[in-house]
């Protein structure tokens, strides 16, 4: 934001802008205005490869409106999470969407190419945890990374964790999930030493408290190079890992 | 109790006791009632080989005077837990007492010998939970138990777990130990195909919450066979485990 | 699991195995993977005499395709839980499944000869236990125990449980089962003196919290002896106790 | 009230007061401002036959301050709870205070007869709760009533309290005082057929959470009849106790 | 249940009775066991003039099994809490039941005379605490009371409950129902001389957290004189008023 | 009130009224008895210039009812919030409302004219807030203000609040709605000198615990100016928007 | 700010300041860096007519830091909250400091004139809430308005709050302080029409939750109106208070 | 580790390990047992540049017992968390360590040249944040990162923050510190295009609950690319930026 400034002050030395054309520019919004959101227009500089809508909460109108100002500003990739399969045929008929069911999850436009530093393992205690996985693992893909996918390798048959002990310690960033307990990231972070973002999942029953408990766990996991994001964020681990799975590659 | 009151009811039926001393009979105490106590007398023959007097909030003198009682009436080994070594000092003086400074409990009188089934294992994850291991191990001892301490045994360090394989695997009954994350039970729970007796315990910080992360985690355990005890009862979890490890034994 | 280390290491010194083969074969997954969960074969050997797949969030066809797999393997007693009558339909279908309504429950297969050593007595405080209380009864009986059943023994009528004194005496293990505020399992553990497995239920209204109430009362339990499993957690308590009831006969 | 607005209306209707004067009466306050406290002098006619003095966060010139007024305003009995035994020994060189040291609470002045109607049991689950249930018992016994201690009868040792099944059969209210899983209130609420007042204390360690657990437990109390105050809260059962144990004398 | 006992021991004395036969005279229950539920058959001599079946959770089948059996003993009046317009219909069938929609419950049979001692208020603070309210009133009037009823009454528009002191202060027993902050309670607690149980609604949302900021409030009343029952349990308080109410009466 | 009381003394005074008239007038209410509702006929003169009936939980009937009573005693603005838009269609058959769906808000009758100081600000974090932010904004429109919309100005988007730093420091009060972390709130209470009313919403999901998070971020704000209501309560926050938007000008 | 940066940007259009020179006095930090704070120089200008210093946490040597630069700064008048007797008697050696010991707060400087448009009610539900009720008593006079203290006029004893309804009805705001129940809020609330600041106390004890009952009861007060701070939050209720009262006299 | 498992094996291949040597090896312990710790020898290798002693509930003598093996084994920087002033004292009697009071963290050993990628930004809220900001500071710089403290830049003074954009922008990682509402971690979320490590703290009263309500509006933040460790936890924070610094260095 800065170097904006910076041209714009320029430009009123040089005396290309006047006072009020200035201040002005400064308030001019990087944004489209929809009236019931402000698409961001610059954040694809800002943040990365990829644009995501956050479907939840979200009409297939308003959606389709979002995405027709992004696809207008040249955005290739661009996730919608959280959409039930009626809106997703909606959004369909009029952009390139290919769905996928458990992560209730689509992506319109093509994959960019893999241009991350190592691998991303996403790694599922149980069955349940699928759809939190998928949507991690294919926002990771979606921004450009190699991913693995671990799943069913809870703590209860450590032998099938430990059967993938190879991938878990070549991976470059570990995203590791779970409902119940948990303790699938403590685990991991012991055996690993790449960072691991811990999710967990609302997955579970009783005292698991909609993924309170697996939350708690992974905070207090006493491995070191663990953190955590929200109950069921798939698409914050993703995007993080993808961020530090580039890290070596942007600047 | 069926088998006193049929014994009463027959001294009734042969008219040697009037209706209403049998009626007195009935309530009769079986405990003595020390005033800020009622000293249960009969527990040894219902519960096990020994007796315990929770020491949290009770003043020497008062241990000192259930003690009397204890011994008075034949008990020959008697716990005292959680008393500050002054108070372990002042009951000194008058009973046996041997006192153990980690988990502050003392031992009066004579172990018995030990007539378990199996061995019982007493995992913990950190240092700092060897207060509430001791707590639990002593009992176990206290009861009749062989047992086996592994401790600092977190899953953050798996090998250190894995390099007692052996005794985790033979064990007849696990006591697992841990603050924080409590990953430990679940991990247990899936290697071991004994009963395990979970204790999350207090240790920790943030959002360990006093042990209700280690809690929850443990209640929520994906691995079967397991069960949890309340927040640092080592008492409660080695004296469930003698009363199983003694199962052959008893009937 | 050191035995089969031990033995692949003999056929590596033996010259029968390449280095890169024991590698292999130490890795060698002893589950089949079915893409959505990894199907353990040899739990049985290493658990008891029985087999479960948690049937919540798992379509029909993924249960049929992992008791396709498990029976595949010889597994002689399946159980199914949490499953909806239209699940059990389906799966009945291709599998010889005897389906429970109350507990939700299914069991593909014969049941086994009651091996245990004594009887599990499975007592209910409400009516509206009765779903979480026949899992847990069902769960034993497929793990080879003798069940007693009783139910509607709730506190509040103290008479209906003190009826059933010589039972409850009797038992090897008790599942105390309640919701709302969860005493029946501290009266039972100051009665018995077998290990006790407290199962709080989601029953009630208000400040039960979704169970939460009786959770905490059992954790809290001033008789020693208890131990507490998940909120509603039927199957966790009937294994358990078969576990503890087999205690004398495996080793 | 209503009676004191017709007294004052009837004046200003006999002209004997005029408006100003008259709404200057309605606001004229039945209390004695002492600047850190209004001490109410009408309370006595409107709650019972003593006042109190909660003296938590109370200097001991303050609970001085506030007693002159009360005893010159002709209160013959004055309880001053939850005071160290400091403050009572400088407020009892002002007034003829007796104090109990469990319960850390004085009463100044002489005990009034025994006038309720039946007795109130006080029974309390364990030792370590003797503090609130003897604060319950003297505030019982300063408003006018008979009281019967029950102490040491928690639910894990059956007998004990079924030993007292006349006391608590007899009696006119029942107080039920318990830490821990505060079961004590459902058995009790179960037996009796008159009103019972559960008191959850903070008694316990771990997950009683500071009483809430007993709270909660109570709460959700499958008997009917029970109702719950706060936690500790001895004086409030005392004085509700009381007041139902005079229902049939005041009116 | 002493008398029983007695009544047993008397017979055995005579001869009339066997130790066998009296020791399943002890066990015999006084209930009628149904399966799914053990019908008391003594409670109304114990606890007062009307008989209860919570609905909730049960069908329309298993209800009308229990009053079967409770009609076929004789009770003329019976509660049926929380069960549906539909359930209502399928039993009003068989029994003559009379049902109210608001608070969701029937009543077979006939009501009993008022004996009660006084009237008992019931207040709520607003209309969404009908259903609550009702649910008191009607259990309060099954068991033979008086009852006035006080809606919208909150505090938040004070001179509503104002307005309405005289029946307030001439009250035996008042049940003040509100949801939200639940300060219905203190206010009438403050103005009152009688005991005042307080019922916590679920009705709020947000920070009301299902009815948790209402019991809170209550629990935590500066009143004195106030107790508090589960949230949402009408039932609970109409029957403790009817028992308060009843005080000099019964004995 | 003390006016109406003083008019009531000095007709008494005067003769004008029997002191038995006068105890009725005080307790005269100031509301139509509706039965489900006591309709409050003087709240206008008390707090501003439009009424409210809170929709949720009320029939469509019941809501007509009271629009007749007040419409009858002459209210000319009246908003019904939190209705469906079936049970808005069947009011606006009687009345004339106009309905807004996104906040399920009506508004029966003229908007009055903007009589406020100065405007209110309604700035929302995101789009799925924007029920509650038209709830508020609406609110303070029917209640005579000047409002401007700020909707997804979040901090997560730092330039598109700033883009609009004229209007948050021209404000006179500004409503800050958020959800998930709610740090909207602070940031906007530090740049701002006017009160800020902050509004949790429970948008997000996991770790928001249905409003929790955002409620307790706003409630410890750093920020000096700030204050919290309800989650999701917009009218709350208009309304007292308007009362402080109308400070200079009431008295 | 926008002013700040118009001016600036004439600077550089009229060549008085080279493009460098203006981003460095863009970013020119308008406070002064004392290392352990950063002291805001120009928030007098912002926020209102005083300055305030969180004594908590800081030594006397840091706020003597602090107090310097302030005062050099010109500020007339700063308040120093949360700091013992101890640190206020240090700072006082080198600054002219007020020291109030019930609310632990200091005022350093003269108060200013009081200038607010009409008086800020203070009222307290009992005395132990007195340390917040000055704390927020003091800010506000701090701030310049006139204050009227009402202490010990909780709802139990409503009538105590009746003979202040002058002071209530005529306050431009009032700030409703209260612990346990903290149902004063809602009663103020529906008695007054204007802005009512709600400050929860963590006074009580039990199931006060260290204040969270009196949170939750004001976040849910039904009464229109109510806004509430931070539990203890004194200060921030003053200061929102004193920015509300001087609302027709900035602008 | 399956490069240790190689090595054995191509051991007992080629006849230099017996096959019960190596299934000791396999076991051998990769730690030194103290007894009271298991010290880790090839973490170093593992985890990175320096080593670890969490000091809390460690006695000075235990610490001195740890350090004496790890330098023993060759460690050349030691950190020692949450040690006091007198502990740090004894400690450094033997060791060379340089104590910090604000974090109360010592570190033993010269500090490791900065070899990471970028610099770490530790931006902290408020003064009372410094302890866990220097925790997590000098931790970062104890693992070779070079590290910019931005501290007291709280949103509350968004200018503030502001005022340093450009180390914001700069930074490869930053950590984000805030207790009270953690805004702060949202706000750089959204500035910045690198990892953010949020770390709430326990600073704050009243409704922060230790930490609760910065923990929970972190983990909701609505920017991308924000992870969390557990309250205070500045260890975590520091270690985990700085494994992600040297994300480009390592393989």
Same mark, same amino acid.
């Given at each position: 934001?800065s170097?904006?400034v %910076?041209?714009i002050?320029e430009?009123?030395q040089?005396?290309e802008?006047?006072?009020d054309?200035?201040?002005? /520019?400064?308030k ?9 959101a ?8 800002? #943040?990365?490869a990829a644009?995501?809508?956050y479907?939840?909460?979200k009409?297939?109108?308003q959606i ?5 100002t992004l696809r207008?500003?040249g955005e290739?990739?661009?996730l919608v ?7 997703a045929?909606?959004?369909g008929e009029?952009?390139?969407?290919t769905?996928?069911?458990i992560?209730?999850?689509?992506i319109?436009?093509e ?5 991350g530093?190592?691998?991303i393992?996403?790694?599922? /205690?149980?069955t349940?945890?699928?759809p939190? /996985? ?10 450009? #990374? ?6 069913d390798?809870?703590v209860?048959g450590?032998h %099938?964790?430990?059967s993938?002990l190879?991938?878990v310690?070549?991976?470059?960033v ?5 409902g119940m ?12 030493d790449?960072p691991?973002?811990a ?14 408990s697996?939350?708690?766990?992974m905070?207090?996991s006493? /491995?070191?190079g663990v953190?955590?994001?929200?109950i069921? #964020?798939?698409?914050?681990a993703?995007?993080?890992?993808? %961020?530090i #799975?580039h890290?070596g590659t942007?600047?």
């Open positions: 934001m170097d904006d %910076r041209k002050l430009k009123v040089a005396g802008l006047s006072v054309e200035a201040l002005l /520019a400064v001019k919004e990087p944004f489209a205005d929809l009236g019931y402000k698409v961001d227009l610059h954040r694809k500089t800002r #943040n990365g644009e995501v809508i479907g939840a909460g009409t297939a109108e389709t409106g979002i995405l027709d207008a500003a290739k990739t661009i999470t959280r959409i039930s399969p009626e809106t045929r909606i959004i009029e952009h390139p969407l769905y996928h069911e992560p209730r999850l689509g319109v436009g994959l960019p190419r893999k241009d530093c190592g691998t393992v996403v790694a599922a /205690a149980g349940s945890d699928m939190v /996985a998928e949507e991690a693992a294919l926002t990771a893909e979606a921004y450009g #990374n190699e991913v693995i996918r671990l799943y390798v809870g209860a450590l %099938r964790l430990l993938h190879d991938e310690m070549g991976a470059n570990i995203i590791a999930i779970a307990e948990g303790a699938l990231a403590s685990v991991i972070g012991g055996l690993a790449c691991v973002i999710v967990p999942t609302s997955v579970g029953y009783g005292a698991s408290f909609g993924g309170l697996a939350l708690l766990s905070l207090n006493c /491995a070191s953190s955590v994001v929200n069921d #964020n798939g698409f914050g993703g995007f993080l890992a993808s %961020r #799975n890290m942007k600047r």
